[in-house]
């Protein structure tokens, strides 16, 4: 096996219910085996399930400075799923990181907000102070350092993502890229049937969770085909997903990386 030459290491990033604290399910199955396999240098991210972008930002800008003085390295690659792309795009932003990330590739990442989260924004009962304690609660249970999952699903909203892009512009020293994938239809994976359905009635085509719309940032922007499912993604099933090694995407824009210099 021919090794990839990455010059900077490899963090990645999960989303919300995701972890990578250790347990009983690999958030992202085989990937880091297989990317170790290539000669990189991998990490993950050491953030919270339930964290909002801003102490999840926090927890991530310990990790990489931990990575760099560890490394001796100037800068790491960024790999995030989901929420982590937003999470990794406030690290840059909020600590004037620019000139410790070389490059933040967001998959499936919802930088316009979800449909679901707006739902829930809705209903009254997620606002009252017995409905915050006990999501909070369930955040400790869940094993986060500090959890908040009503920010979590604010920050999520549409309106909320709006003002978030104005306020958190790209780095012009990053590398930034969007991946996303679509479910061909709902049954592609039952565990995001309804939320597919619902999501495809309100605003067309998506992951089961983020829109193609939503997960479209930025100038570099390329679609992972194959009817792949927002988890699905991550490896979680640990098998082929319509005939696709799914850690073999990540090698493949690990590769990607390599060949521009990162």
């Known amino acids: 096996m021919e090794k990839i030459d990455l010059q900077y290491p490899l963090v990645l990033v999960h989303g919300i219910v995701a972890h990578d604290r250790g347990g009983i399910i690999d958030f992202w199955g085989r990937i880091p085996k297989v990317l170790k396999s290539y000669g990189i240098d991998v990490y993950l991210g050491n953030t919270d399930s339930w964290g909002d972008y801003g102490s999840n930002a926090k927890l991530l800008k310990q990790t990489i400075d931990d990575i760099l003085a560890g490394t001796n390295k100037q800068k790491v690659n960024i790999i995030a799923h989901s929420k982590g792309g937003l999470d ?5 932003w909020k600590y004037n990181f ?8 967001t998959i499936g990442t919802p930088h316009h907000g979800v449909d679901i989260a707006e739902l829930i924004d809705k209903q009254k009962i997620v606002h009252s102070r017995i409905a915050k304690k006990a999501l909070h609660a369930f955040g400790k249970i869940y094993g986060d350092k500090d959890p908040n999952l009503y920010n979590v699903n604010t920050q999520l909203t549409p309106k909320y993502m709006k003002d978030f892009n104005e306020q958190v512009p790209m780095d012009n020293s990053v590398y930034y890229q969007s991946y996303y994938t679509t479910m061909r239809n709902s049954f592609d994976d039952l565990m995001f049937f309804y939320l597919h359905l619902f999501t495809k009635i309100k605003n067309g085509s998506n992951d089961g969770v983020v829109t193609k719309k939503s997960a479209d940032w930025g100038e570099n922007v390329f679609e992972i085909k194959g009817g792949i499912s927002h988890a699905e993604i ?11 090694e799914i850690p073999e995407i990540y090698v493949d824009i690990v590769q990607c990386l390599s060949k521009k210099g990162f």
């Open 88 to 92: 990794s795009r406030y690290l840059i």
């Open 234 to 244: 991550l490896d979680i099933k640990k098998k082929k997903i319509s005939g696709i």
């Open 98 to 105: 620019g000139e410790k990330i070389a490059s933040l590739t």
